[in-house]
């Protein structure tokens, strides 16, 4: 079990408070040399790549940096931050990343059958291939940086203290959503219309870490959509700003949001099956006392 393997390694809450420190300490200083370039006059000098990368740099070194310190901190092996089964599972990590990507893909044809005049297309080879090969090296550790923060590291913290998977994964999803709340889309388009999107990732991720003990499927599933919205269908108001290959005239959020929670219940549906999820009931089911694990193992 997934919460058991964290049960496991120290967790006195000095050790999450210098983990936590540790992050924000190391993201002002980045940020202070990579996206506070962003915002002097003669910043938009640069093109779109270059501020994308400026932009995925401090969350992709952060992930290292989160790891490093959960391994040193806390004691705990890396492959079971990962995991119930103490390795990264990678064939998991690219059926989730698979068919995420062949969701999107047919949610798009879709909307451009029932919109075509809301799609725009564009090439640019000089700018699109640097792009993508930035997508391709930062994006992964980006995604993975929030999903160790958030579904690794608060939601194992938190299902420890509260010894509940159902609290922690509330927690942690209203906190993934708050998270979110800066971005240019809130503004944009109001705070209703994007903040059940950013939570429904949140509750739709921590299932998925619930139901199969470990990151990967929700890692890959983070990283192909945010690959996706930045190389090959991005918007006017999007936190990533690209030269993708479709451009979006007009972002539509309901319909963003009725084909994402469509798309993470037969998401669900199609893994429990491959994967023989059967025990539906363990994410109310109260995480017993240390002393208790292997006898319940």
């Not at 798009?108 to 005049?117: C, R």
């Not at 929030?146 to 998977?165: C, K, M, Q």
Request: a positive charge.
């Amino acid at each position: 079990m997934y919460l058991y393997q964290a049960q496991k390694r120290k967790n006195q809450g000095w050790r999450y408070l210098l983990v936590v420190l540790n992050i924000l300490i190391f993201l002002y200083l980045v940020n202070s040399y990579t996206l506070g370039r962003l915002f002097v006059p003669d910043a938009w000098k640069f093109n779109q790549n270059v501020r994308l990368a400026l932009q995925l740099i401090p969350s992709a070194l952060a992930f290292f940096v989160l790891l490093f310190s959960i391994q040193y901190l806390h004691t705990q092996d890396p492959g079971a931050v990962f995991s119930a089964a103490g390795r990264i599972r990678w064939r998991r990590f690219f059926h989730g990343a698979m068919l995420w990507l062949c969701f999107l893909l047919l949610a798009d044809l879709l909307f451009a059958w029932l919109d075509p005049g809301n799609y725009s297309f564009h090439f640019i080879p000089r700018q699109f291939f640097p792009l993508l090969l930035i997508a391709l090296l930062l994006i992964p550790f980006q995604a993975g940086f929030e999903e160790l923060l958030f579904r690794a590291y608060f939601y194992t913290g938190l299902g420890i203290l509260f010894r509940s998977r159902i609290i922690a994964l509330v927690l942690t999803a209203a906190g993934f959503g708050a998270l979110h709340l800066s971005n240019p889309e809130v503004s944009r388009y109001g705070l209703w219309e994007t903040l059940p999107y950013y939570a429904g990732f949140g509750l739709f991720a921590g299932l998925l870490v619930i139901l199969d003990d470990g990151l990967e499927l929700v890692w890959g599933v983070h990283a192909v959509n945010n690959i996706y919205s930045a190389v090959l269908m991005n918007y006017d108001a999007s936190v990533m700003k690209t030269a993708s290959l479709w451009t979006l005239r007009e972002a539509k959020p309901l319909n963003m949001m009725l084909a994402f929670f469509a798309m993470a219940i037969l998401f669900i549906f199609i893994m429990a099956k491959i994967y023989g999820w059967k025990d539906w009931k363990r994410m109310f089911r109260r995480l017993p006392v240390r002393q208790k694990i292997r006898e319940e193992i």
